[in-house]
């Protein structure tokens, strides 16, 4: 769904949040509209001035209709819903601006469902981009309204590749609008791979703490050749026999640079593929249901 150039200015907080009111209670007349914007970034903005600015209008309509049904964001922007069975109301936008529609909701599903199962690819045998699909991370947390009854499916990322890229986009989109949906709450997963059993390579992101990712590395030994080593492929400390490494302020280039360590390290411990990878524990601070369908690798 394309977001830009849909209108020159932004409403105001106070205005948005009462448009969203209106679509949220009266969607009639505004099914499939397209969407009108309540933030408008600035050529060079950065991350986090576009966290700051989405998070007033955010806290504003939510103040008014309340949490939404279902949290989430693109590679790009926020993907918030306020859904049922038959409308939903998406809060959703890119680098340049964020808007309000709403939509029928078997209709804006289906049409989810075919970027889920292509994603830009013009045939089955192509690897499809994440950067295409609708959110590449969604959080159920059980809030008012309706649940859809089933996720939409998805392609596994073709190589390691496809994996890292996936993994940047996910983590510059925490980066810029986990905190603006749920505040100081960390997200997080283990990647664990069918060449190296039993092992686990910790991801999360949270306000606080930033980005970070760290490996059981207690079996390996503890001298200097190996810190070397380890050092080498851009891990920084090691705590009680785990190697980690943090971006406590990340932009886009420190996601890039967190995604490319963790391949390099899965790669260097024998992964060869993403179908060996798994992404287990899955969580947001341990509440409700995280699903990461932008990583190109089953959970």
Not at 28 to 41: E, N, Q, S, Y
Not at 273 to 297: N, Q, T, Y
Request: net charge negative; hydrophobic share 35%; proline share 6%.
């Amino acid at each position: 769904m394309e977001y830009r150039g849909i209108h020159p200015t932004a409403l105001t907080p106070a205005d948005a949040a009462e448009f969203a009111r209106m679509l949220h209670d009266a969607p009639g007349p505004h099914l499939g509209r397209a969407p009108v914007p309540v933030v408008v970034h600035d050529p060079g903005t950065t991350p986090a001035g576009r966290r700051a600015a989405l998070q007033v209008v955010y806290d504003a309509i939510v103040a008014r209709i309340g949490e939404p049904t279902l949290y989430g964001g693109s590679a790009d922007g926020p993907s918030v819903r306020w859904r049922d069975s038959s409308r939903t109301l998406l809060l959703a936008g890119d680098r340049q601006q964020v808007g309000l529609s709403v939509h029928d909701t078997r209709t804006l599903e289906a049409e989810e469902q075919r970027a889920f199962e292509w994603g830009g690819a013009w045939s089955g045998g192509e690897p499809y981009d994440q950067a295409f699909l609708p959110y590449v991370w969604q959080l159920d947390r059980s809030g008012p309204g309706e649940r859809p009854t089933a996720r939409p499916g998805g392609r596994l990322a073709a190589d390691l590749a496809q994996f890292q890229y996936g993994l940047e986009l996910l983590l510059r989109a925490w980066s810029e609008q986990l905190s603006v949906q749920v505040g100081t709450d960390w997200a997080s997963f283990c990647v664990t791979s069918a060449a190296d059993r039993g092992r686990q390579l910790l991801v999360s992101y949270s306000l606080e703490d930033g980005l970070h990712a760290s490996i059981d590395d207690r079996d390996g030994e503890n001298n200097e050749d190996r810190a070397r080593m380890m050092l080498a492929r851009g891990w920084q400390s090691r705590d009680r026999g785990w190697w980690q490494t943090d971006f406590l302020d990340p932009g886009h280039e420190c996601a890039a640079a967190l995604a490319a360590l963790v391949v390099t390290e899965l790669y260097a411990r024998g992964t060869r593929g993403p179908e060996e990878l798994r992404a287990r524990d899955v969580s947001c601070k341990d509440r409700g249901e995280l699903w990461l369908p932008g990583l190109g690798i089953r959970h």
